[in-house]
């Protein structure tokens, strides 16, 4: 069969928001009938509100129709609802992540300490001040912290492009993801970082020389 072309419009995801966009036509309801009908309605006011004066408008067309009325947030909370628990467990699975992460850094950079505090006692005994002892362990932690970091960017931002097709509303490149995120990182290793530091500037140069 032929058709007129009356109108070209911008892709649109009619199924849901996992699917891929591709080439839809779109004709007239008189010449291909359909057994449900969608209307998509902007409203001034509250959506609820609004549902009543829907019906009793279509109601007067023909009073045997059977009406449905829902708001877009109750579609997307039905079409985003197991999204949102996977991304629930994975908010948990992170925390838990980011504990860990804290905790082995700070093992790493407390261990590093203590296998250092004859070098410290050193340093101490020919001059060094406690602000430079606590800079060379800040600059250490710093150091693996942004390694880490880097290697974690690398990781995360080749898996959103396996993982674009399940984020809605966040881009590939979200700038939330790759720069709030690692900054709050890179905070936590160096707070994590910041104790042993602290141990290693009242490091007493006699008892660190003796050290073992």
């Not at 419009?9 to 779109?26: A, M």
């Not at 007239?28 to 057994?35: A, I, V």
């Not at 209307?39 to 449905?68: H, Y």
């Not at 905070?187 to 009242?202: I, K």
Request: proline share 4%.
């Amino acid at each position: 069969t032929t058709a007129t072309i009356v109108g070209v419009v911008e892709d649109v995801i009619g199924g849901g928001l996992y699917e891929e966009r591709g080439p839809q036509i779109f004709a007239s309801l008189y010449q291909e009938p359909f057994r449900g009908v969608f209307i998509v309605t902007r409203t001034a006011g509250t959506p609820e509100d609004f549902a009543a004066t829907l019906r009793q408008e279509i109601w007067k067309v023909d009073r045997s129709l059977p009406v449905s009325v829902r708001t877009m947030n109750q579609v997307l909370d039905e079409t985003l609802g197991p999204f949102r628990g996977i991304a629930g467990l994975l908010v948990v699975l992170a925390a838990g992540a980011i504990l860990l992460a804290s905790g082995g850094i700070y093992g790493v950079i407390s261990y590093s300490v203590g296998r250092r505090m004859h070098e410290f006692g050193v340093r101490a005994a020919l001059g060094a001040s406690r602000r430079s002892v606590l800079r060379l362990v800040l600059c250490q932690g710093a150091t693996l912290a942004l390694i880490g970091v880097g290697i974690g960017l690398a990781a995360s931002f080749g898996a959103s492009q396996l993982m674009a097709r399940f984020l809605f509303g966040v881009g590939t490149g979200d700038l939330m993801t790759f720069v709030a995120l690692p900054t709050f990182l890179i905070g936590v290793a160096m707070l994590a970082t910041y104790v042993p530091a602290v141990r290693a500037t009242r490091v007493d140069p006699m008892q660190a020389l003796r050290y073992e």
